[in-house]
């Protein structure tokens, strides 16, 4: 198992940036893929990106070219870069770890985009 701390999230209008950021309580090259999921209220939970262990990524079709994953192994960290953010990016984002023997979540963060 590993906890996993999020932060970075808030408001912002249209157009604007955030960095979310997820530590890690051990090493994030134990871990197999790191996650990070987005929530609308009422809706279903969307996966937004992907890092692997190996340092390959995949995005949700919504957000290519806007968002980026990235990961600092010195840091035990995980980021999510948020660029030309839309109102329909709303949500409570969810910073996740899979490996062969768990699945972890963060606490969530909100981000608020207002246009």
């Known amino acids: 198992q590993v906890q996993l701390v999020e932060s970075g999230g808030g408001s912002v209008q249209a157009g604007g940036s955030l960095r979310l950021s997820c530590a890690a309580s051990?090493?994030?090259?134990?871990?197999?893929?790191m996650h990070w999921y987005r929530q609308v209220l009422g809706k279903q939970r969307e996966l937004v990106a992907t890092?692997?262990?190996?340092?390959?990524?995949n995005y949700a079709d919504s957000v290519k070219g806007r968002f980026t994953i990235s990961r600092d192994g010195a840091k035990n960290t995980v980021y999510l870069q948020m660029i030309s953010l839309k109102p329909e990016d709303t949500a409570v984002y969810y910073c996740?770890?899979?490996?062969?023997?768990?699945?972890?979540w963060g606490q969530g963060t909100q981000v608020t985009v207002s246009s």
């Open positions: 051990r090493s994030i090259f134990s871990i197999t893929a």
């Open positions: 996740a770890a899979g490996d062969v023997d768990y699945f972890s």
């Open positions: 890092i692997t262990r190996g340092g390959d990524t």
